[in-house]
């Protein structure tokens, strides 16, 4: 099910968020109910559609086994900061 929902912007946040959408091929609605999804975690990400460039890139990187981001930007970090 489906409600109109009105809200109030600013007119460059609105054009701006236009171009955005159509750039991803999806309406507004689609945009801000995907945001609206993605800030209330109340579905699994994999519900949440991905742009066409997300899409696109998604795999294209291959790390190795045991890798951890975690550990890999605490030590550029440590490395940045000495």
């Known amino acids: 099910m489906t409600k109109k929902l009105t809200l109030k912007m600013n007119d460059k946040i609105i054009e701006r968020a236009k171009r955005y959408a159509a750039k991803r091929r999806q309406s507004l609605s689609q945009l ?3 945001y609206f999804r ?3 975690e109340k579905e699994p990400a994999e519900n949440i559609r991905m742009s066409p ?3 696109e890139l998604s795999g ?3 790390l190795p086994s045991g890798y951890d981001p975690k550990t890999d ?3 550029y970090l440590a490395q940045k900061y000495s």
Do not use: G, M, N, P
Request: charged share 35%; proline share 0%; hydrophobic share 35%.
């Open 38 to 40: 993605f800030l209330s």
């Open 53 to 55: 460039t997300v899409e």
């Open 32 to 34: 801000v109910e995907d």
């Open 73 to 75: 930007y605490s030590r």
């Open 60 to 62: 294209s990187v291959k």
